[in-house]
């Protein structure tokens, strides 16, 4: 599995940017993919999953009203639309991927995803 993550950039507060991430080499088609993001000298933190199945999705706390996640039109790919930014959310982003999840509820937990990408930066500036 493969994982590359696009969109990444500088931006000023209160613009937008959509990130992308690609998946390739999948062998199944259950899936859950999530974006996380790690600032520096925080941990990473969960933004927002998405199952492939049924299409629900999970919002982490700083996401909910100004970010959303949703199946790209290329196969395999997630999209993140982040609007109304702030310097706070400068970080890394990043995509990750987890095969069967539970009950197809995707989460925001780290440990339940095996496959990672590189990472895009995104930084707000004020």
């Known amino acids: 599995v493969q994982l590359v993550e696009s969109g990444g950039g500088l931006v000023q507060a209160g613009g937008s940017l959509t990130l992308s991430c690609a998946g390739s080499?999948?062998?199944?088609?259950?899936?859950?993919i999530a974006w996380f993001r790690q600032a520096p000298g925080q941990e990473r933190e969960g933004v927002a999953a998405?199952?492939?199945?049924?299409?629900?999705?999970k919002y982490g706390y700083s996401a909910k009203g100004r970010f959303t996640i949703s199946s790209g039109h290329a196969e395999n790919t997630v999209l993140l639309r982040m609007t109304s930014l702030t310097p706070e959310d400068t970080a890394v982003y990043y995509c990750a991927l987890e095969y069967f999840p539970g009950a197809n509820n995707p989460t925001l937990r780290e440990a339940d995803y095996d496959h990672w990408g590189q990472g895009t930066q995104v930084t707000v500036s004020s």
């Open positions: 998405i199952s492939r199945k049924n299409n629900k999705k």
């Open positions: 080499g999948l062998v199944f088609d259950d899936y859950a």
